[in-house]
């Protein structure tokens, strides 16, 4: 392998956490994002199938938790084609974060 690349696996994995933070990015004012790929935690052979989303921003103020999932799940529609799993901590700014309710434990059926 050449010096500085990194393996083709990691370079897919890094490609779809940055077409998520991107979509993100370009869609809302965001005040914290953090999106975590999870899929080492999870039985199964992909390394691009479980991804958990924090995130802060001004407009889901008011806004009800299913219309901000709805939003996100439309906004990454296509890439939800290749994800099995989406967790998704969504908060407005003037929203206080339990940090205990962001914590994934490992999936029960991993090997």
Do not use: W
Not at 46 to 56: L, T, Y
């Amino acid at each position: 392998m050449e010096k500085g690349l990194k393996p083709l696996f990691l370079r897919e994995r890094q490609r779809l956490e940055d077409k998520l933070t991107t979509k993100i990015l370009s869609t809302f004012k965001v005040k914290n994002l953090f999106i975590e790929n999870e899929s080492h935690m999870h039985g199964g052979k992909s390394s691009n199938s479980h991804f958990k989303i924090i995130m802060v921003s001004e407009a889901f103020r008011g806004m009800p938790l299913i219309r901000r999932h709805k939003l996100i799940y439309k906004l990454l529609n296509n890439e939800m084609n290749s994800i099995h799993a989406l967790s998704l901590h969504l908060f407005s700014d003037d929203e206080e974060i339990n940090k205990e309710l962001t914590i994934s434990p490992n999936c029960v059926k991993k090997k």
